[in-house]
């Protein structure tokens, strides 16, 4: 069973940045894929992005050239770097591993 542990939400002005992490932990456990989704109020969840082992990203037009997805394949765990954060980008964020196990949630707030 495959165990995910989010970090790294909060509360920023627009512009700001936030890291989120998501590690992956259990027997056995490697991962695939890894991603982000994001949840604003009132609306349906939606894909923020993907990477695959191979490296392979793929990015909601929203968040294109402002967030950044890596992964480090010896700690499966998979980075959002959210660089310019607008009030549009305000949701609860999930992890994704291998499109099946998704994570409790991390809150990102943007607001002035």
């Known amino acids: 069973q495959v165990h995910l542990v989010e970090s790294g939400g909060g509360s920023v002005q627009p512009g700001g940045s936030l890291r989120l992490s998501c590690a992956a932990s259990?027997?056995?456990?490697?991962?695939?894929?890894m991603g982000w989704y994001r949840q604003a109020p009132g609306k349906q969840r939606e894909l923020v992005a993907i990477?695959?082992?191979?490296?392979?990203?793929n990015y909601a037009g929203s968040v294109k050239g402002r967030f950044t997805i890596s992964g480090d394949n010896a700690k499966n765990t998979v980075y959002l770097q959210m660089n310019s954060l607008k009030p549009e980008d305000t949701a609860v964020y999930y992890c994704?591993?291998?499109?099946?196990?998704w994570g409790q949630g991390t809150q990102v707030t943007v607001s002035s």
């Open positions: 990477i695959t082992r191979g490296g392979m990203p």
């Open positions: 994704l591993f291998n499109l099946n196990t």
């Open positions: 259990g027997s056995p456990v490697s991962f695939v894929t």
